[in-house]
């Protein structure tokens, strides 16, 4: 089965400028979230969707980022205006109790962003 | 909240070498453990799991087992091979907060020949 896609790999912005990025997941999977990994970080998760729903944003910066999962398959994440610290891979995994237990997440290559 | 934590790396050893990652969390109530393991260009993808206490998940040489007195989820390998190089995050998850995952800030592991 095809995995999570994602685009762009890399993107190089100015402070100030807006993003998007874009995720697929894979097919029949119900649940997706959005990862941000700071260079020598571990993931820190910004937002969980369930369908088109969403469950956990509680860690989202809201005043700048957003996220949408139209139609409960593919997604994207905007930040608007981005700052210095938004430099970081952004990360779409997605779940299925069909694919897995639960924590069971199938993970993109990710979104490599650079803010100038 | 809950967090994991997990040594500093870089952790340089060379192939056949014993590997050991210490990993301990903080949570509230009864977390599902993981391994996820990213190597270089790649995604980050499972490497084992383990969902109660005393239970040892194993995959590809590497092991690790539930400890919930010493709140641990060490992973170990016996002989490590160049191909093993990567970033190791350990990880834990909670069916009330969703099932999302909390990681750790990984461990970088370089094998030499």
């Known amino acids: 089965e095809a995995g999570v896609a994602q685009s762009p790999r890399y993107k190089i912005i100015e402070k100030r400028q807006s993003v998007a990025f874009w995720c697929n997941p894979i097919s029949g999977h119900a649940t997706l979230y959005w990862y941000q990994q700071i260079l020598g970080q571990g993931p820190k998760l910004l937002i969980q969707f369930q369908n088109n729903g969403v469950v956990d944003d509680s860690q989202l910066p809201k005043d700048r980022f957003s996220a949408e999962r139209l139609k409960g398959v593919d997604s994207t994440l905007k930040i608007q205006p981005a700052k210095l610290e938004d430099s970081a891979v952004y990360l779409c995994?997605?779940?299925?109790?069909?694919?897995?237990?639960?924590?069971?997440?199938?993970f993109g290559e990710g979104s490599r962003l650079t803010v100038l | 909240g809950d967090s994991v934590t997990q040594m500093e790396g870089p952790v340089t050893l060379s192939e056949e070498a014993f590997l050991t990652i210490n990993c301990t969390y903080t949570a509230t109530g009864y977390p599902s453990l993981f391994w996820y393991v990213q190597y270089p260009g790649e995604g980050l993808q499972l490497l084992l799991k383990?969902?109660?206490?005393?239970d040892k998940g194993s995959n590809k040489g590497f092991e690790a087992t539930y400890r919930k007195e010493t709140t641990s989820f060490h992973l170990e390998k016996g002989s490590v091979q160049v191909s093993d190089s990567a970033v190791y995050f350990c990880?834990?998850?909670?069916?009330?907060?969703?099932?999302?995952?909390?990681f750790g800030g990984g461990t970088r592991v370089l094998v030499k020949p």
């Open positions: 995994a997605s779940s299925s109790p069909a694919s897995g237990g639960p924590g069971e997440l199938f």
């Open positions: 383990a969902t109660k206490a005393d």
């Open positions: 990880a834990l998850s909670l069916v009330a907060a969703g099932n999302k995952l909390t």
